[in-house]
């Protein structure tokens, strides 16, 4: 078995992210055989995560005795159960690896004007990046993840998984893994918070870019346009949350398994099954996308050999097996409790609703805000009357987009509960890369205004994205999180609260914009009123209720909060 350098360096990528995912695990292991009773392994949790969420409710919400018990009678077996997964994984690579063959990418030529082209919308694609990160203040999600797992260490990012009795899950592990990576390496607090939205973003327009290559750099050059031009998908790009990596991760594992499709090359299937894990790694919600996936490459079932379709099979328990060891330490601290959000499937769905949920979906999946369905309905129509002169690539994004616009309905119907727009956000770019390749191949049947036509789509895309930062989007964000008076009121209160001589900042656990944001600002200052609430002269007190032995210094609008110092 050889292996070309491009190989050698996905073999160790997927090796190097197999032990990343296991050493939370390992150090439970550890842990675990390392204490005799409950107590003792209680007393290490609490050692360990210090100044978490709810870090006085523990108890309540992520020890259980009950199943530590459970855990420690079998805990070789469990024990036992890791080392296999671990070796079904290094097997499944093996195996994959050895029907493989040498993985190479044929390098991509191009002219001067051509790279003059690729340089103006790099730039371009840099003061757009720059005028969101600096236009939108840090939304109140962003800031939760960062002080609440980003600064925090590995165990915690990858283990702390409280039930759903209570908001505020980390449902952006992996996400938060790239942001305290980011924070380790010198990037300041907001950089360190959206850069891996950035850099993502800037990964799906290079791997859109390469793979569209293939068809003409005028496709490729208009297809990543109108991808970096998509305003949904520029507004989640530069936010601190992992529903862009979701994009990333979705349109990396399709372009894997139409590479696979037509090269049968198994590494294709191994990198699938890697970027699948890595999407369920950030965010629970993949699992749709994964469905969708599994879907589609069952329609091409009559298209592989018995051997193909064993290594199919192969990588798709790869990425179960991957995705179960990354969760693994829930597994062995907490329960599937933490894992499984039981309360989905007991909601039931508001009929009288559901119609406005389905609106803002198809809202967010095509850029539209008025008569979105319509345009929903765009490719279709487009299908109906050109599917004779689409492209091949172009017809399989339209049966896979078609499978992807119906998994979030099974989902919502099986699971009783709603789909959050921001979690379709993979689907923006789905569809903004089959309208543009069905846009793209109409346009080439009028060789003489192929370029005009492109260039007035273009500008369409544009107009309308400037529309909906200049009245939609603005109109919808005036007076919620992402007004940007409301956050100047609540930098006000902070930087009034920082001109006061006091050592301490204590902060009713309910007053989540005061709180968080005060732990961005002041991270040794600030407390949580909780049980450890020990103020002293001169300490600063933002709580709803008026105490006695204080002086009130400022009634905030915001959350009704009362900022006082004590006498």
């Not at 005009?452 to 309308?464: E, P």
């Amino acid at each position: 078995m050889v292996l070309s350098r491009s190989s050698k360096f996905l073999f160790i990528g997927i090796i190097s992210w197999i032990v990343f995912i296991s050493i939370p695990s390992c150090y439970w292991f550890y842990t675990l055989f390392s204490v005799d009773s409950f107590e003792d392994f209680r007393a290490a949790i609490i050692s360990e995560f210090q100044d978490v969420y709810l870090d006085n409710q523990l108890d309540e919400f992520f020890i259980f005795e009950e199943h530590y018990l459970s855990v420690s009678h079998q805990l070789h077996i469990i024990l036992a159960l890791f080392i296999s997964l671990i070796a079904l994984t290094c097997a499944g690579i093996y195996y994959l690896f050895k029907k493989s063959a040498p993985l190479t990418f044929k390098a991509q030529t191009f002219s001067q004007n051509q790279l003059l082209l690729l340089y103006a919308l790099g730039i371009a694609w840099v003061g757009y990046k720059a005028f969101l990160f600096f236009h939108f203040p840090l939304h109140i999600d962003e800031v939760f993840d960062f002080i609440y797992y980003s600064k925090k260490n590995l165990m915690v990012r990858h283990t702390y998984q409280f039930n759903d009795n209570v908001q505020w899950l980390n449902n952006h592990v992996l996400y938060t893994d790239l942001s305290s990576l980011a924070l380790n390496l010198g990037a300041g607090d907001q950089l360190a918070i959206r850069i891996p939205s950035i850099l993502g973003e800037f990964c799906l327009l290079a791997m859109i870019f390469l793979w569209f290559a293939n068809q003409g750099f005028s496709k490729a050059f208009f297809i990543t346009t109108a991808v970096a031009l998509s305003f949904w998908s520029g507004i989640y790009s530069i936010q601190g949350r992992s529903y862009h990596l979701l994009a990333v991760f979705s349109v990396a594992s399709y372009f894997c398994f139409e590479s696979y499709l037509k090269d049968k090359n198994s590494l294709y299937l191994l990198l699938g099954a890697w970027v699948t894990s890595m999407g369920l790694a950030t965010n629970k919600m993949f699992i749709i996308h994964c469905c969708a996936l599994f879907i589609y490459a069952i329609f091409h079932i009559k298209c592989f050999t018995h051997k193909e379709k064993v290594l199919l099979l192969n990588s798709v328990l790869l990425a179960s097996i991957m995705t179960l060891i990354f969760y693994f330490p829930v597994l062995l601290v907490s329960g599937w409790r933490n894992i499984i959000l039981h309360s989905l499937s007991t909601e039931l769905l508001d009929w009288t609703l559901i119609h406005m949920e389905i609106l803002k979906n198809i809202s967010v999946i095509t850029n539209a805000n008025n008569k979105a369905y319509l345009l929903l309905m765009l490719p279709l129509v487009l299908f109906l009357l050109f599917k004779r002169h689409l492209s091949s690539p172009t017809t399989h994004l339209f049966y896979y987009f078609t499978v992807q616009l119906i998994m979030p309905i099974l989902f919502s119907l099986i699971m009783h509960t709603y789909i959050p727009f921001r979690s379709l956000i993979y689907m923006n770019v789905t569809f903004t890369l089959l309208t543009g390749s069905m846009m793209y191949d109409w346009a080439s049947r009028h060789h003489s205004f192929k370029l005009l036509i492109l260039t007035i789509m273009i500008g369409l895309l544009a107009i309308n994205t400037w529309l909906n930062f200049s009245y939609t989007w603005l109109h919808r964000i005036k007076g919620y999180v992402y007004d940007k008076d409301f956050y100047y009121a609540l930098n006000q209160e902070l930087e009034m609260v920082n001109t006061i001589n006091t050592k301490q900042i204590w902060i009713a656990r309910d007053l989540h914009f005061h709180l968080f944001y005060s732990k961005l600002k002041f991270p040794e200052a600030t407390k949580n009123m909780d049980s450890t609430y020990q103020p002293q002269e001169n300490d600063v007190v933002i709580s709803a209720d008026i105490l006695n032995n204080a002086e009130v210094l400022y009634t905030s609008p915001i959350e009704g909060a009362i900022i006082q110092k004590l006498k």
